[in-house]
């Protein structure tokens, strides 16, 4: 079973800085199989990256993904107060067919 | 427009049976995979199960199997999620998601059940 580790598990920022969230996985991931999900409090998550790097739709430049291996990068270039949530990043593979990370909440400084 | 509409909150008693449900629209509903993400109490998110509704093909997470029934109904373009003996531990909010064969880009509005003697 691949792991997924996600850091920091709390990221404290103002609106205007740069966020960048990490996703380690346990064993080596394709990049077609990493993505990422937004969650707002009592909200259900949405889709925002898939393929590591390409945007879902509507999804907003300001939000990017990158990385390979066992290393992936969610970055939010200037954060705008929506963006303040839950995120969480899942791969695709082998039993279980798909694993989430824990998540990492950014919250407002 | 896509659209997965889930039935609404359930209280039910430890060892009550239950099935929740899950309506798809304005796609082929046979042609894409449909799951089941739980998310318990303030915690994180945990892939449940999948079904391919043109042909009723299954795959269940060995953390569910045998704890829970998935099923579709392609005739009205729904899917099913089912306990036949609810544990105090089930509660939780259960997401409905469409599966595109990596990753979910839909999702439902969640189904609260909550399990309590």
């Known amino acids: 079973e691949i792991v997924l580790t996600q850091s920091p598990g709390t990221l404290s920022l103002s609106p205007g800085e740069r966020a960048t969230l990490s996703c380690r996985a346990s064993?080596?991931?394709?990049?077609?199989?990493l993505a990422w999900y937004q969650q707002k409090p009592g909200q259900a998550p949405r889709l925002l990256i898939y393929?590591?790097?390409s945007r879902a739709t509507g999804i907003p430049d300001r939000f990017s993904g990158s990385g390979s291996g066992t290393d992936f990068t969610l970055t939010i270039s200037r954060l705008e107060p929506e963006d303040f949530a839950v995120y969480y990043c899942?791969?695709?593979?082998?039993?279980?067919?798909?694993?989430f990370g824990q998540g990492t909440k950014l919250e407002i400084k | 427009e896509v659209q997965l509409v889930q039935s609404g909150a359930e209280v039910k008693k430890p060892g009550e049976s239950l099935k929740i449900s899950c309506q798809g629209s304005?796609?082929?509903?046979?042609?894409?995979?449909i799951g089941w993400v739980r998310q318990m109490p303030g915690k994180g998110l945990e892939w449940m199960a999948i079904?391919?509704?043109?042909?009723?093909?299954?795959r269940y997470s060995p953390s569910f199997q045998g704890q829970v029934t998935i099923s579709a109904d392609k005739s009205i373009s729904t899917a099913y999620l089912q306990w036949s003996s609810l544990k105090a531990s089930d509660t939780a909010m259960y997401y409905c998601?469409?599966?595109?064969?990596?990753?979910?880009?839909?999702w439902g509005q969640g189904t609260l059940v909550t399990v309590s003697s």
């Open positions: 998601v469409r599966h595109t064969n990596v990753y979910f880009d839909y």
């Open positions: 304005g796609y082929s509903f046979t042609t894409y995979w």
């Open positions: 079904i391919y509704p043109g042909d009723s093909d299954t």
């Open positions: 064993q080596s991931v394709s990049s077609t199989y």
């Open positions: 393929g590591a790097s």
């Open positions: 899942q791969q695709y593979g082998s039993s279980p067919l798909f694993t």
